[in-house]
């Protein structure tokens, strides 16, 4: 599979990487843009390439439905947010119980257009003493961008201020969405 993803990448849709994916065992990785459905397989495909494990969660209903068992098999595990939950707590928990676990997810909480990200991973990064790692899909330039590893800070404002300075200019699939 790695090298068919390799294949599909590098020479049918012609992306290439911008750095390399930091070598951690635990991590919060903030993928940014996400203004598109299709952003899901890149991002599996990417994960294909690098040759690590990277879980996720999402929308209990996405996975009630038919590809529910894909999403499993993928990485993914359902969160409720209907019910009154700290996700915070529930992913440091993970982090906690686990020796390698790196947790994807797109800080936009949404496939719309945002002015800032939510500040979740940030927090879940900062509570479970674990770096973060900043990956831009860039459809402009057709390259997926890593950043190197960072911890968190006691100054979040100088801290969003790096991050927002690493996505900026970066353009999503649906370019009007980008953050």
């Given at each position: 599979m790695?090298?068919?993803s390799k294949f599909l990448?590098?020479?049918?849709?012609?992306?290439?990487?911008?750095?390399?994916?930091?070598?951690?065992?635990?991590?919060?990785?903030?993928?940014?843009p996400?203004?598109?459905?299709?952003?899901?397989?890149?991002?599996?495909i990417v994960r294909s390439i690098l040759g690590i494990e990277i879980n996720y969660i999402g929308k209990k209903s996405l996975f009630d439905g038919p590809f529910g068992w894909f999403l499993r098999w993928t990485g993914g595990t359902p969160v409720d947010r209907s019910k009154n939950t700290n996700?915070?707590?529930?992913?440091?928990?993970?982090?906690?119980?686990?020796?390698?676990?790196?947790?994807?997810?797109a800080p936009e909480g949404t496939r719309k257009k945002v002015?800032?990200?939510?500040?979740?991973?940030y927090y879940i990064a900062k509570k479970a003493?674990?770096?973060?790692?900043?990956?831009?899909?860039d459809f402009g330039k057709k390259e997926v961008k890593f950043s190197?590893?960072?911890?968190?800070?006691?100054?979040?404002?100088?801290?969003?201020?790096?991050?927002?300075?690493?996505?900026?200019g970066v353009k999503g699939r649906v370019p009007e969405y980008s953050y």
């Open positions: 790695r090298s068919f990448y590098f020479k049918i849709m012609r992306w290439e990487f911008n750095g390399e994916f930091p070598d951690v065992e635990q991590c919060v990785v903030a993928v940014v996400h203004t598109h459905w299709l952003d899901f397989f890149l991002g599996l996700t915070v707590d529930s992913v440091v928990e993970v982090f906690q119980s686990k020796k390698i676990f790196r947790f994807a997810l002015d800032k990200l939510k500040t979740g991973f003493n674990v770096p973060i790692v900043l990956v831009a899909f190197e590893a960072f911890w968190p800070t006691s100054d979040m404002e100088k801290d969003f201020e790096a991050i927002d300075a690493f996505f900026e």
